[in-house]
């Protein structure tokens, strides 16, 4: 478990990091975290956990200002192989109308031994 040096403050106060591997499975998340130390006009406001797993930014303030603190989910995309095996384009007879429709898929796309993460390997 990783700990700072004192416990945070805000809604990190309670929460216990542990450090895993990174996880590219459909049914897991990785919940990236980190603790942060802010320091304005010389003073330190202590050291604050921001976490995609807490569900709530950080904020403290300062002279008169209040900053927000947190972790954003990110998206990449990332090439993924393909190759087409076999395409038609069925049309009834004498029309130009097609005899099926195309299909849409909505399932997460997988390659590479990962669903919808990116590697820089």
């Not at 591997?21 to 049914?27: H, I, S, V």
């Not at 038609?88 to 097609?98: E, K, N």
């Not at 005899?99 to 390997?121: D, E, F, K």
Request: aromatic share 6%; charged share 15%.
């Amino acid at each position: 478990m990783i700990r700072p040096p004192s416990p945070p403050p805000g809604v990190g106060a309670s929460a216990k990091v542990t450090e895993l591997p990174e996880t590219g499975n459909d049914n897991e998340m990785n919940r990236t975290s980190a603790y942060i130390e802010p320091v304005a006009g010389g003073r330190s406001y202590g050291v604050w956990l921001v976490s995609l797993g807490l569900g709530a930014p950080q904020s403290f303030t300062h002279e008169g200002r209040t900053y927000v603190m947190g972790i954003r989910p990110s998206a990449c995309t990332c090439p993924t192989p393909s190759t087409l095996k076999k395409f038609s384009h069925d049309l009834y007879a004498g029309t130009d109308i097609p005899r099926t429709s195309p299909a849409w898929s909505t399932s997460p796309i997988r390659g590479r031994g990962t669903t919808g993460t990116c590697s820089s390997s």
